[in-house]
């Protein structure tokens, strides 16, 4: 498969009245087409940024302040605002995770949804209201006719999301970015919807950025997994390996701290401490003060990233050791 | 369980909130957020509540522990009614009976120290002085994993899991018998989120606490439940214990809510079971059963008559025309 996306040491500071703090400290990973890569981390970890500096869409005192982002190979960063209009809602679309909060409560379904066609597609208005309805029975919307003159506020939060979905697909964008789009969704709600992405991603072929907190998820969308932990990639994968070899214990901690439905006898594991804020400065690996593998090398350099396999990289100083011929310390 | 002791017993529980309309707001219609419940919690267990948003699980712990008033039906606390008492005479049923909320942030004043907060309790319930009260609540604190130099700490100086510890310490002060956890760990990042479990776990068999644990998760009620109440549309649908709910579930709401939950195993795919459509409007409730509307096996008497709730195997409740 080829590249779609390629970044590299991205990274992201916000300026605050605490000085610039950094959200996304020089990350690099890429995205094939066709491929859904699944960015995981609990809150505060920086995915969200990171899906936010890609679609150029951070808030105003957020800034991209080095690094490089191509889509297609073209550098996203230094675009000016209406070259980025142009990509946004074509080429690069993104789902939130409230649609309530994303579509706009005074203008019709239909309205919002003509929208992408009539700017990026230059259809006419007769145009872009035939391929609403096609692109509302796509995603599964009933009676996709009389709900174009319906208001956000009257659909139901799996209508709303399925609605967020159509709008995001009209143009057949080649890059999806799915921020936790079904986080605000009950199971039975979130299942359909988690099928439809699926599906749709095979029709369009494009490439998925599936940002979630929730480890059932990614088992269930993912090709790749990437790991976040305070700004930082600690471990990326394909999905078989996160689950069945994870390597990095804060990995390991994740799968472990989730209840599993199908197992009573479950021992839960904790990860000690919370996550560390923004301005903390933390020398060596920034999860030491949490893992419970810590050694001293760890706390006072960084570790950099370990090849486990082709396809399997952990930011861990465990790996040298493994490496090394050394008995084997995280099992 | 048959030699257990009930502590609370709940016969025909319903709660329906008036829609209001018109010039003199009368009521047009009602809510029917509880419609129903039946249901005996023993002392010591943790029972827990199953549902999607808008089941009534929230509104059913509520109205339990006082906080609504009842629409119809009984609440029996150690064999006393108290659904129908007046405030006044609740009061001292309200020690007994805690809650501890999703986001404790919402319910903390923000310039108030943590310390204060919680002494607050004591000067309302007891008859402690104040360097009384002050060790009372330092020895809370150390109880649910907080140091002691957090009493002079403002709530937005905690993070998350602390919040949620200090709404634990609230709910604790007073030697509760039953504690109502309302989606109490459904905010928290699942490496908080374990820590919480684990504690209010612990707690539990240190203080033989009883637990009504209200959670949209399975994963996590299975992890703290003895037994498990599913709801849908405000109406009870399965009852039983843990492992006959999560082994063989019969009713089959509960069988497609299982269905849909992400398993943490890639490639592994399995059946799910599609339920059509949305929730229904609870205030444009459905006859016959709640369910048949979006249910795979639904026949056309379901659509008339309300299922029974009947007892299939020991302790296993089920309300379903088909099973």
New interface residues.
């Given amino acids: 498969m080829s590249r779609l996306l390629n970044v590299d040491n991205l990274e992201t500071k916000f300026r605050t009245a605490d000085g610039h703090l950094p959200a996304v400290r020089k990350i690099s990973f890429s995205v094939d087409k066709e491929e859904t890569l699944c960015i995981v981390g609990?809150?505060g970890c920086g995915k969200s940024i990171t899906s936010l500096s890609i679609m150029g869409l951070l808030p105003s005192n957020g800034e991209i302040t080095g690094g490089s982002i191509r889509l297609d190979d073209e550098n996203l960063i230094g675009k000016s605002e209406e070259e980025m209009e142009q990509l946004r809602g074509n080429a690069l679309s993104m789902i939130f995770q409230e649609p309530m909060t994303a579509l706009n409560p005074v203008l019709t379904i239909g309205y919002q949804l003509r929208e992408p066609l009539t700017i990026h597609k230059n259809m006419s208005k007769k145009e872009a209201t035939k391929a609403s309805i096609e692109l509302l029975d796509k995603v599964g919307i009933p009676d996709s006719k009389e709900k174009l003159d319906q208001y956000p506020h009257e659909l139901?939060g799996?209508?709303r999301q399925r609605v967020m979905i159509a709008m995001a697909l009209a143009c057949e964008p080649s890059l999806l970015v799915a921020d936790e789009p079904t986080t605000a969704l009950?199971?039975?709600?979130?299942?359909?919807i988690?099928?439809l992405i699926h599906e749709l991603q095979s029709d369009i072929g494009m490439g998925v950025i599936f940002v979630t907190?929730?480890?059932?998820?990614?088992?269930?969308i993912?090709d790749r997994v990437m790991v976040m932990y305070a700004g930082e990639v600690v471990e990326v994968a394909d999905?078989?390996s996160?689950?069945e070899n994870p390597q990095h214990p804060y990995t390991k901690?994740?799968?472990e701290?989730?209840?599993?439905?199908?197992d009573?006898s479950?021992e839960?594991?904790?990860?000690?401490g919370?996550?560390p804020g923004l301005n903390d400065e933390i020398s060596g690996c920034r999860f030491h003060l949490r893992c419970p593998f810590a050694t001293e090398v760890c706390k006072h350099k960084e570790p950099p990233s370990f090849e486990v396999t082709p396809t399997h990289y952990s930011k861990c100083w465990l790996q040298e050791v493994n490496q090394s011929g050394q008995p084997d310390t995280i099992t | 369980m048959g030699n257990q002791t009930q502590l609370l017993e709940v016969k025909n529980v319903k709660k329906h909130f008036p829609v209001k309309g018109g010039i003199f707001q009368r009521p047009k219609s009602f809510v029917k957020a509880v419609n129903g419940v039946d249901l005996t919690v023993f002392e010591g267990e943790t029972l827990g509540i199953v549902g999607e948003s808008g089941c009534g699980k929230s509104t059913l712990g509520r109205v339990l522990i006082g906080l609504e008033k009842l629409t119809e039906g009984t609440i029996y606390f150690n064999e006393e009614s108290i659904g129908d008492l007046p405030e006044r005479k609740l009061k001292k049923y309200k020690k007994n009976l805690q809650m501890i909320f999703q986001d404790p942030f919402a319910s903390l004043n923000p310039r108030q120290k943590i310390g204060d907060a919680l002494e607050e309790v004591f000067i309302i319930h007891s008859e402690l002085n104040k360097s009384e009260r002050k060790s009372q609540v330092q020895s809370l604190l150390k109880e649910v994993g907080l140091k002691e130099e957090h009493y002079d700490r403002y709530p937005r100086e905690f993070s998350g899991g602390q919040r949620q510890r200090v709404g634990i310490a609230r709910a604790l002060a007073l030697n509760p018998s039953l504690i109502v956890c309302d989606e109490a760990v459904s905010a928290l990042d699942v490496s908080v989120q374990a820590q919480v479990m684990k504690l209010l776990k612990s707690l539990q068999n240190k203080y033989h606490l009883t637990y009504l644990f209200i959670s949209h998760d399975l994963g996590v009620v299975r992890y703290m439940s003895d037994r498990v109440l599913v709801m849908y549309l405000g109406a009870q649908v399965e009852l039983g214990d843990s492992q006959q709910i999560y082994n063989n579930p019969l009713h089959p709401y509960t069988r497609a809510l299982l269905s849909a939950i992400p398993r943490s195993k890639p490639k592994q795919k399995r059946e799910r079971i599609k339920l059509k459509g949305d929730l229904p409007s609870a205030s444009d409730y459905p006859t016959g059963c709640p369910f048949h509307t979006r249910c795979p096996i639904a026949q056309d008497y379901c659509a008339e008559v309300i299922p029974e709730w009947r007892e299939i195997e020991e302790n296993h409740f089920v309300a379903c025309h088909e099973v």
């Fill in positions: 609990e809150s139901s799996g209508m009950d199971v039975t709600i979130q299942a359909q988690l099928d907190h929730d480890m059932g998820v990614v088992a269930d993912a999905v078989e996160i689950f901690g994740l799968l701290s989730v209840p599993d439905v199908d009573v479950q839960l594991q904790v990860i000690k919370s996550m």
